[in-house]
């Protein structure tokens, strides 16, 4: 089995405003983006070209949105809950990269 390109733990995985796992993981291999709980349980997956990444305009830094199968994910990556009125690693940066960079080699 190949490395994957890119994997986080302890992510909050959320829809509309229901919390689906606060310690999921997301992973991308083999062209695919994987959303899962904390137990290893697939949420949702897709091909990474079909998966449309993105920073809500109103959120702080540790969060991404991501778009699979038509259902809209809310993303909070980093080991750890900000403090109030601070903002997380820039984990969810490197994650839409790593999207971005695996739907160009994916084609």
Known sequence: MAEPEFTAKGVRIEQRLRS????????ISG??????TSYGSEIDSAPV?????SKPWFAP??????DL???RYLL???DHDPAPGETGPPAARRFIEAVRRAARHDR
Do not use: P, S, W
């Open 31 to 36: 062209g695919r983006l994987e959303l899962l």
């Open 69 to 71: 199968n038509g259902k």
């Open 76 to 78: 909070t990556l980093g």
């Open 49 to 53: 070209r079909a998966v449309r990444a």
């Open 61 to 66: 830094d540790d969060r991404a949105l991501a």
């Open 20 to 27: 689906l796992t606060r310690a999921g993981q997301i992973r």
